[in-house]
């Protein structure tokens, strides 16, 4: 849990808009003009019902002008004013979305398996600006409202401190009223919220999963599923409006009880006291005024509570538990390859049954090494652990006679490339997809992709190298994906290279060239390979043959062959298929 989770979401979403303040302190200073020109409006429309009537009082002329001239200063604020205060949004909002990214590229690997794609486009994207857009649309109206309420309560306590204090005698009940529809709101906006994560969960399913939808005919399966998350979005959407849709009738109830009792009072006391009518209008014109300003601020409740939900739902991604680096060393150059288990075992967060247990097994540098064995025997959570990706509950994983744990975490990644059979690429050129976050070498560029038989393929795209692929390399094929990987892997060109069920998507062809690529930097490069189909590691220095988080049995292919243990079964298993 982040330290930071137990401080007020309002100072923590603070910290984004004080590197601009001088932006929000120039906001308010134009919205303090704009109340100053407010609060003359009382002041002339009492003096025009007093001494306007006298003849030859003032020109008439003056009166459009004194008008015109005080709408026009208060147009120049009000627009100096909302300015000033989107400068200040949208800088705040790219810091705090910078947060969010910088929050989410530390995470731990646990929490990505729980977290939907979804869910982090909204909070990092749409979040942000909405917390901040709506923050700050109340505080404007806290402005260009709340300053004149204060101007006009001052204002009334010079002209008759008395009615004014009787007027404030609302003001408790009024609060107490806000504070149960407040609470409501709070309640169904968190709701809502989640809900709607839950809907923008489901549309990115659809969006990710629809060759599986058609291939099983079910549009009218997920379009269901979509109906019933967007009625309780719905559902929640209008318990929250209709509960602020009582913010505003109660708090006027409120206040015409108020402002009946107070225009009794002023004219018990006009007809009392013998008060002129220009007080009198000055006083209710300013009331008024004072009630309009009240009644717009009242409305600022719901959307001030609506953000507060969205920002604790935002924030929370900034506490997530962050990946655990405490590992301080570096290694002196590039690792040689040689790594070694030592009776690690490996349980994950709610599983029965140990991953690995106690597994001890090297790969020597240089060498090409198998893992073979099926589902759930444990290969996966061996490179899982190999890339810093979890710690062992128990044993030690050495590089180089270094422990893994005292290593860094960028130190530890830097020394592997891997391809695995979950392909990710991004939304950009072949040629950044394949030098990602490395300097560009144009001839660099084409050996790996001449080593990955796909520079063939590239030659004929409308841009050659620089052509977009799409999201997640969406406008190629399986097989075209499946290399631009390898191509990626090989480009780092780190001293231990990994893959994972890299050729599984290749065609025999295809396949038969990225071996004999592979092949080229064999005894150069630490190679770990987990094959499902045996025949691509018939050549291998060594294979581990794994079962239940345990080494079954360890040799080359002729070795094991001639053992007639497990790995002979698995080649006559994959032979009788074929």
């Known amino acids: 849990m982040s330290q930071d989770s137990s401080v007020p979401v309002s100072r923590r979403l603070g910290r984004y808009v004080y590197p601009y303040r001088w932006g929000a302190v120039l906001t308010i200073v134009a919205y303090l003009g704009v109340a100053g020109t407010?609060?003359?409006?009382?002041?002339?429309?009492?003096?025009?019902?007093?001494?306007g009537f006298a003849?030859?009082?003032?020109?008439?002329?003056?009166?459009?002008?004194?008008?015109?001239?005080?709408?026009?200063?208060?147009g120049l604020c009000n627009f100096a004013g909302q300015y000033l205060f989107h400068w200040t949004i949208a800088r705040s909002v790219l810091d705090f979305r910078t947060a969010l990214v910088e929050a989410l590229l530390k995470l731990d690997a646990q929490v990505y398996t729980r977290m939907q794609p979804g869910t982090a486009v909204t909070k990092v994207v749409n979040d942000p600006q909405q917390i901040l857009q709506i923050t700050g649309d109340v505080g404007m109206a806290l402005l260009r409202d709340g300053l004149p309420a204060i101007g006009l309560v001052g204002y009334l306590f010079h002209l008759n401190w008395q009615l004014t204090l009787l007027a404030l005698v609302v003001a408790p009940l009024l609060a107490l009223v806000m504070k149960k529809v407040n609470r409501r709101i709070r309640l169904m906006s968190s709701r809502s919220y989640d809900s709607q994560l839950v809907l923008v969960n489901k549309v990115d399913d659809i969006t990710r999963a629809w060759r599986v939808v058609r291939q099983f005919g079910a549009a009218a399966f997920e379009r269901q599923r979509f109906v019933d998350a967007a009625q309780e979005v719905r559902r929640y959407n209008l318990k929250a409006a209709a509960a602020a849709a009582m913010a505003q009738p109660m708090s006027q109830l409120?206040?015409?009880?108020?402002?009946?009792?107070?225009?009794?009072?002023?004219?018990?006391?006009?007809?009392?006291?013998?008060?002129?009518?220009?007080?009198?209008?000055?006083?209710?014109?300013?009331?008024?005024?004072?009630i309009s300003k009240l009644r717009h601020l009242s409305d600022l409740a719901a959307p001030l509570t609506r953000a507060s939900v969205v920002a604790q739902g935002c924030l929370a991604l900034m506490d997530a538990p962050k990946e655990a680096d405490t590992g301080t060393q570096e290694l002196p150059g590039p690792a040689r390859g040689d790594i070694s288990m030592d009776a690690v075992r490996l349980?994950?967060?709610?599983?029965?049954?140990?991953?690995?247990?106690?597994?001890?097994?090297?790969?020597?540098?240089?060498k090409t090494t198998a893992l073979v064995g099926a589902s759930g025997a444990g290969k996966?959570?061996?490179?899982?652990?190999?890339?810093?990706?979890?710690?062992?509950?128990?044993?030690?994983?050495?590089?180089?006679?270094?422990?893994?744990?005292?290593?860094?975490?960028?130190?530890?990644?830097?020394?592997?490339?891997?391809?695995?059979?979950?392909?990710v690429l991004f939304d950009d050129s072949v040629a950044a997809n394949i030098a990602y976050a490395q300097p560009r070498d144009e001839a660099r560029l084409e050996q790996v992709l001449r080593a990955a038989h796909l520079w063939d393929f590239v030659q004929t795209?409308?841009?050659?190298?620089?052509?977009?692929?799409?999201?997640?390399?969406?406008?190629?094929?399986?097989?075209?994906?499946?290399?631009?990987?390898i191509a990626r892997a090989l480009y780092k060109d780190a001293p231990i290279w990994i893959f994972d069920e890299a050729t599984s998507a290749l065609d025999t062809e295809s396949e038969r060239a990225v071996q004999q690529a592979l092949s080229l930097w064999a005894g150069r490069k630490t190679l770990i390979v987990i094959a499902h189909r045996l025949s691509t590691i018939r050549?291998?220095?060594?294979?581990?043959?794994?079962?239940?988080?345990?080494?079954?049995?360890?040799?080359?292919?002729?070795?094991?062959?001639?053992?007639?243990?497990?790995?002979?079964?698995?080649?006559?298993?994959?032979?009788?298929?074929?």
């Not at 003849?55 to 208060?74: H, Q």
């Not at 406008?475 to 990987?485: I, Y």
Request: some cysteine; glycine content about 12%.
């Open 38 to 51: 407010e609060l003359m409006l009382p002041k002339l429309i009492g003096y025009a019902f007093g001494e």
């Open 55 to 74: 003849k030859d009082a003032f020109p008439l002329w003056m009166v459009p002008v004194v008008l015109v001239g005080l709408y026009v200063v208060r």
């Open 254 to 290: 409120v206040a015409s009880v108020g402002l009946s009792f107070i225009i009794c009072a002023a004219l018990w006391q006009a007809r009392a006291q013998g008060t002129g009518v220009q007080q009198f209008a000055e006083f209710i014109a300013a009331l008024l005024l004072l």
């Open 347 to 366: 349980t994950y967060p709610g599983a029965a049954q140990p991953a690995l247990d106690g597994l001890t097994l090297a790969f020597g540098a240089g």
């Open 380 to 423: 996966s959570s061996i490179i899982h652990l190999l890339l810093g990706f979890g710690h062992p509950d128990g044993g030690h994983i050495r590089l180089d006679g270094a422990d893994v744990a005292a290593l860094s975490r960028a130190a530890l990644r830097r020394q592997f490339a891997v391809v695995s059979q979950d392909i």
């Open 461 to 485: 795209l409308p841009e050659g190298v620089e052509t977009p692929v799409g999201a997640n390399g969406s406008k190629l094929s399986g097989g075209q994906r499946q290399r631009l990987a």
């Open 539 to 578: 050549d291998a220095d060594a294979i581990h043959v794994m079962g239940a988080g345990k080494l079954v049995e360890t040799g080359t292919h002729a070795e094991l062959i001639a053992r007639d243990g497990a790995y002979a079964a698995m080649v006559r298993a994959q032979a009788g298929e074929a």
